[in-house]
């Protein structure tokens, strides 16, 4: 396993609809293998491949209980509720957006041997979902928010979150 460098706002990749996968080979685990080891180094909850340079649809999300699912291929095919959050990005370092997304979701996907399974989560994981599977059709979510938080606002916005919470 290795450390992937993660490519930023402005790298051309990131605009790219990124191939299906057809070979599940040692070359796939490995990256697979790679993105896990970079997402938990970086802190984030979720990685897709053109954010390490690879044009395929492949990418590693963090769910609450710390375990990665790796999807391979996937597709939304539902989608329940809405959530209105702050959103930010390892390839738009030290920004952040408030950004609507659905509060459950539903990924049909192909896993590391190719087989296929559906899994479904909500909240913050399910945000991470969307964020990530839009990464693989060449969207950021800086295309959902009318603008980028300055640091105070986004001190507020996580101060009135914290009084929410209590």
């Known amino acids: 396993m290795a450390l992937r460098k993660i490519v930023v706002q402005g790298d051309e990749c990131l605009t790219k609809k990124c191939r299906v ?3 599940f080979n040692a070359r796939l685990h490995t990256l697979l293998d790679d993105m896990a080891e970079t997402l938990v180094d970086s802190g984030g909850v979720g990685l897709a491949a053109p954010q390490v340079g690879v044009l395929r649809r492949v990418c590693v999300v963090m769910n609450d209980d710390d375990e990665i699912i790796e999807l391979i291929n996937p597709e939304i095919i539902a989608t329940e509720g809405e959530q209105t959050g702050l959103e930010g990005c390892l390839s738009v370092p030290g ?3 408030v950004v609507t997304r659905p509060y459950i979701v539903r990924v049909r996907a192909q896993d590391r041997n190719g087989d296929y399974f559906e899994v479904e989560d909500e909240g913050l994981t399910a945000r991470c979902f969307c ?5 693989l059709d060449g969207h950021l979510f800086v295309e959902h928010t ?3 938080l300055s640091g105070e606002e ?3 916005f996580l101060r009135q979150q914290e009084e929410e919470d209590e």
């Open 154 to 156: 986004l001190e507020e």
């Open 146 to 148: 009318d603008h980028l």
């Open 131 to 135: 964020h990530e599977i839009e990464h």
């Open 21 to 23: 996968v057809t070979d």
């Open 95 to 97: 920004k952040y957006g």
